[in-house]
């Protein structure tokens, strides 16, 4: 789709899948980004191609000020960002790639972008450059934008369109099990023509903001209306010093903190899940295997009202963004960890700590680990939904034997 966004590119069929890579800036670049956004916006850029999406930009600017309009706000809505062409220049050969007279250029060899219009030069971070050298070495290689808000932040988009993925042997099942107030549990089993094995396991849990939310509101409602009461509060919770001497000005700067100490706490729980997800995707793509994702969803009526609630979902819409990049397959599956791994029976707690719960079935006297046991009865979930379907038929049945053979022999593994 020519001259589309990558937004409405990937809205077209809703097969392409982004990353995106936040570019550090200093004050003086971000002057210069801001002047070059405004002549763009306005016709009047520098270098012709900073123009190539104008039209979207101009069509997406009168669509949130009719949106605004319809919802009866009065204040301008903010521009949208502007799009603007890349060409890399590659290490190890000097390749370049992209449009020849696109106006930015992210040379790879060198360790910066540049924009020569505007005498814009920024060097890259090395965790930057090496992330954007392994996206450019990729197989069916992303197609890259560069963002520049009205603000003059940056940023890198690289959007994918990836290759129906193929069911086949060797095969990764990468569980995800969600979970309203233990967070995730991840698993990844491999599957080849000598049986199973679990590659990887861990449990990752958001930091909990009970106490932070509780001193924030305190410091709001002190910022607020000031009183001996609130001021107490304050005391059993900071430094008896600071407490007493605390201006309601002070007061809500802290408040403020602390709510953006939690966003920036919680959108680095959402990162680590999908660095941790791609890396497993990706070094199973390296040997050549096929990658499902499961994930077992929380149900919404559990989930509302819940302090993970909005950084659980977004976790999802993570995953599900990023399945569409590495071309991977995600589906969405019901299993219970409270069942047993080994003979479906219902289970029952004996245990239970912050970080484990242990359950154990009464039937056939296994011990497990919910977490552990959830993801492993999303893939046997998986498995047993394949079995009417023709050729995957074949491959499931010897996965859900290879499965229950690895469970036979490691049953042990299920506690730890």
């Known amino acids: 789709m020519k001259g589309a966004t990558p937004k409405e590119r990937a809205g077209a069929g809703g097969s392409a899948g982004f990353r995106v890579f936040r570019v550090c800036t200093s004050k003086r670049t971000r002057e210069a980004l801001v002047r070059l956004y405004k002549d763009a916006t306005s016709g009047r850029g520098r270098n012709k191609m900073l123009h190539y999406y104008l039209e979207e930009w101009r069509k997406a600017y009168e669509e949130v000020k009719l949106m605004r309009e319809e919802a009866g706000r ?5 521009p949208p960002p502007l799009f603007l062409l890349v060409k890399f220049i590659i290490p190890e050969n000097g390749e370049k790639r ?50 520049v808000t009205h603000s003059g932040k940056l940023r890198i988009i690289a959007h994918r369109a990836p290759l129906l ?3 086949s042997t060797p095969l990764r099942v990468i569980a995800v099990d969600e979970n309203s107030r233990h967070g995730f549990a991840l698993a990844a089993f491999d599957f080849d023509d ?24 305190i410091l ?23 407490a007493k001497a605390l201006a309601p000005e002070r007061a809500r700067e802290m408040a403020w903190q602390a709510r953006r100490k939690e966003k920036r706490l919680n ?31 929380i149900d919404h ?27 991977a397959s995600l589906i969405e599956l019901r299993a219970s960890g409270k069942r047993c791994p080994l003979c479906s029976s219902e289970g029952t707690e ?23 046991a959830a993801t492993l009865n999303l893939a046997a979930a998986y498995f047993e939904k394949l079995r009417g379907r023709g050729n995957e038929a074949a491959l499931a049945e010897r996965a859900l034997a290879s499965l229950k053979q690895w469970l036979k022999a490691h049953s042990r593994a299920l506690q730890r």
């Open 301 to 327: 009526k559990s989930l509302r009202g819940t302090g993970l609630q909005g950084t659980l979902l977004r976790a999802r819409r993570a995953l599900e963004n990023l399945a569409r990049y590495e071309g």
């Open 165 to 167: 993925p193929q069911l």
């Open 220 to 242: 709001q409602s002190f910022a607020d209306a000031p009183s001996g009461e609130r001021r107490q509060q304050l005391g059993q919770l900071l430094p008896e010093e600071l």
């Open 267 to 297: 959108n680095n729980f959402v990162q680590r899940i999908t660095t941790r997800v791609r890396e497993l995707v990706r070094e199973a793509r390296r040997r050549g295997a096929a990658v499902v994702i499961l994930v077992d969803p």
């Open 98 to 147: 992209g449009k020849h007279d696109a106006p930015c250029v992210i040379d790879l060899k060198r360790g910066e972008l540049r924009i020569p219009s505007y005498n814009i030069k920024i060097p890259l971070r090395r965790s930057l450059l090496r992330a954007l050298i392994e996206e450019n070495e990729l197989e069916a290689r992303p197609d890259f934008v560069l963002q």
């Open 194 to 217: 000598r049986g199973c094995k679990l590659a990887y396991f861990e449990k990752l849990r958001p930091e909990n903001h009970g106490c932070r939310r509780q001193l924030a509101a």
């Open 350 to 372: 004996v245990r239970r700590t912050m970080r484990v719960r242990v359950y154990m079935c009464r039937r056939c006297g296994a011990v497990w680990d919910r977490d552990k």
């Open 74 to 78: 009065r204040t301008p809505p903010r």
